[in-house]
């Protein structure tokens, strides 16, 4: 059964604080699928904030540019987000799955994490002003 699991959120951060995500698959090897970094406040529609190809290279959503870094250590079949310069507008709860594209979301991150095993629960990051 695979199974995906997200961790290092928490919070309150101040603003201009670090994070690091990690997002660990077990039950397949994902070395050949891009990995996706997703996040969804309340009220708002989900969003990739980034995403790495199966082959490293690195997309983000303008939002996070600059601030946001992803990584992917296939032997520990984990994607990592490390997060800088951390801004309130950065609080949700932060998924990641396997597959997809790069600039693409779905409409509701929730509901994808309750409906396909691919998708974890998700991490909250809280970020204080």
């Known amino acids: 059964e695979v199974q995906v699991m997200e961790s290092g959120g928490g919070g309150p951060v101040q603003a201009g604080g670090s994070l690091r995500l990690s997002c660990t698959a077990s039950?397949?090897?994902?070395?050949?699928?891009?990995m996706g970094w997703y996040r969804q406040a309340p009220g708002t529609e989900c969003e990739q904030v980034s995403f790495?190809?199966?082959?490293?290279?690195?997309y983000y959503a303008d939002s996070v540019k600059g601030r946001f870094t992803i990584s992917r250590d296939n032997a520990k079949n984990t994607v990592y987000l490390q997060m800088n310069s951390l801004k309130p507008e950065d609080t949700a709860v932060y998924h990641c799955?396997?597959?997809?594209?790069?600039?693409?979301?779905?409409?509701?991150?929730?509901?994808?994490?309750?409906?396909?095993?691919?998708w974890g629960q998700g991490t909250q990051v809280t970020v204080s002003s």
């Open positions: 790495i190809s199966h082959d490293g290279r690195p």
């Open positions: 039950g397949r090897s994902f070395d050949d699928s891009g």
């Open positions: 799955a396997p597959g997809g594209e790069a600039a693409q979301a779905p409409s509701n991150c929730t509901v994808m994490a309750a409906l396909d095993n691919y």
